[in-house]
């Protein structure tokens, strides 16, 4: 088992920045690629972005791209998501997740966070 616990999100202005963090315990960190997804308002789960095992590979809806950036750092057993130049777009529910292998594929991923909210105002 994999516990992920999501944090750093919040209410910011369009424009504005937040970083959100997941913090892994249970089993060795570094057996799986990590990713975000969110969840609107009634819209469905979708993939945000994803980092592999040891940071070679990442990849982003591109939506995202050149806003925001994923990362980790396997001796906190954390992964980040640094998000830049928000829209009201991007206000959702933001959950991590942990897979086998780098995928944008929600069926994919075995554990799962309780999810963070974030807010961006006009």
């Known amino acids: 088992q994999v516990q992920l616990a999501e944090s750093g999100g919040g209410l910011v202005q369009a424009g504005g920045s937040l970083r959100l963090s997941c913090a892994a315990s249970?089993?060795?960190?570094?057996?799986?690629?990590m990713g975000w997804f969110r969840q609107a308002p009634g819209k469905e789960r979708e993939f945000v972005a994803a980092?592999?095992?040891?940071?070679?590979?990442?990849s982003y809806t591109d939506s995202v791209k050149g806003r925001f950036t994923i990362s980790r750092d396997n001796a906190k057993n954390t992964v980040y998501l640094q998000m830049n130049s928000l829209k009201p777009e991007d206000t959702a529910v933001y959950y991590c997740?942990?897979?086998?292998?780098?995928?944008?594929?929600?069926?994919?991923?075995?554990?799962w966070g309780q999810g963070t909210q974030v807010t961006v105002s006009s």
């Open positions: 997740a942990a897979a086998a292998g780098i995928s944008s594929r929600p069926y994919h991923y075995q554990y």
């Open positions: 249970g089993r060795t960190f570094t057996n799986y690629a």
């Open positions: 980092i592999n095992w040891n940071s070679n590979i990442t």
